[in-house]
């Protein structure tokens, strides 16, 4: 009698091939000797890649500093002052409120890291990483928000070997429902659409909207997507879909904006409530990734369910297995979402599947300038 999968535990993929185990162990046999460290290190082209592995591996094991070095420097509002013009540590020490030992401390450490630049002798002005991230008003919000994301995972490993239903300080943040009172909501839609621009710049280049008659954003929050949508897109009309505390937030955001007489408003719980029908395009920007695969696959059936035949669906957010943004995805993402309690990082392939499970015919993958920022996938009904 055969032995069930439910009594041997679950299938494991086949082995790799012999010759990749073989190589891989030569590989990090080779890496590791401390004879070939030392005649790689002597040799002009080796030694370059030496620096480089040597490099990387320090951040990896500094990593942790230079987010602190970036949330102190905004906290103390150290770039924004910088961004101002130079400023000496007299300045710097004004700003920030530190002792004058601390405050040098904090702008060299800023300094160190590209988020400010000592242009003359004691004068500092906003390095290259600075300057970039001053210009962003989403990623200055995340880095705020990640105080939570710090505060989970103090305890990497107890975080990861706790029950997922015990609450975290980034769960708790994040989870609303439809009865969730509406500053709660507010809060959560306010952080989204503060990170939203960047996603929707990389989603509006990479897939032709205007082909379409009726555009419909399932989860789109304050309606950041939907009012770049519809300054790229005029003749379009709109629709977004979210709780009823969210669209309350929505309705006054969009109030009086151009887009308002093109927009039509969706209140409801789209893994309870039956989708809008009539809209030739559904999109979900930054949406799936926070969910489990079985809400996932239901949001996807009742999407193709919605459109009509010929209609796309439209998938934005970083994914995992992203060729240059790979860290971004497993990584970052993988551990910030499981201290949410909710969703995983997938790759397009896994959502291609869900997406042929769920009846749409096939799915493409769009190419985006930004892939750390956004990936999209587009489906068929």
């Known amino acids: 009698m055969p032995t069930s999968i439910a009594a041997s535990g679950p299938l494991r993929p086949p082995g790799p091939p012999e010759w990749r185990r073989r190589w891989t162990a030569w590989r990090n046999a080779t890496i590791a000797s401390p004879r070939f460290q030392a005649w790689a290190a002597r ?3 080796f030694r370059t890649v030496a620096r480089r592995r040597a490099a990387q591996a320090f951040d990896l094991l500094a990593g942790f500093c230079y987010s602190q070095i970036l949330q102190a420097a905004d906290a103390a509002g150290l770039l924004d002052r910088l961004a101002e013009g130079p400023a000496d540590l007299t300045a710097v020490q004004q700003t920030t409120g530190l002792p004058e030992p601390a405050a040098l401390r904090l702008v060299r450490a800023a300094a160190a890291i590209d988020l400010a630049e000592e242009i003359a002798p004691g004068w500092w002005m906003l390095g290259q990483q600075g ?15 990640h105080a939570l994301l710090y505060a989970d995972l103090a ?15 980034l769960s708790r943040f994040w989870h609303y429902t439809s009865e969730t009172e509406a500053d709660c909501a507010d809060r959560y839609s306010t952080l989204m659409a503060q990170s939203q621009a960047m996603v929707a710049r990389e989603t509006l280049a990479a897939y032709p909207f205007a082909r379409h008659r009726r555009v419909l954003d399932l989860g789109g929050g304050h309606g950041v997507f939907i009012r770049a949508l519809a300054g790229a897109c ?23 904006s151009p887009a308002a007489t093109r927009v039509s408003l969706h209140p409801g719980d789209f893994f309870r409530t039956p989708l809008p029908q009539g809209y030739d395009c559904i999109t979900l920007v930054r949406i799936l990734h926070d969910h489990d695969d079985g809400p996932v696959q239901a949001l996807l059936d009742s999407a193709w369910a919605a459109l009509p035949a010929g209609g796309r669906l439209v ?23 499981w201290a949410m309690n909710s969703g995983r990082p997938r790759t397009a392939a896994e959502y291609g599947t ?3 499970s769920a009846g749409f015919s096939h799915w493409r993958r769009a190419t985006t300038h930004l892939p750390a920022i956004a990936s999209v996938v587009v489906s068929t009904k």
């Open 43 to 45: 040799l002009p082209l």
């Open 131 to 145: 300057a970039a991230l001053q210009a962003n008003p989403g990623a200055l919000a995340m880095v705020r928000h």
């Open 155 to 169: 305890e990497p490993l107890e975080l990861f070997r706790r029950n997922r239903e015990e609450p975290t300080a």
């Open 234 to 256: 005029p003749d379009l009309e709109l629709g977004v879909f979210d709780l009823p505390p969210v669209i309350a937030g929505t309705a006054d955001r969009i109030a009086g």
């Open 315 to 337: 998938i934005a957010e970083p994914m995992a297995g992203t060729p240059g943004a790979t860290a971004m995805g497993d990584g970052y993402f993988g551990l910030y979402l």
């Open 354 to 356: 869900m997406l042929e």
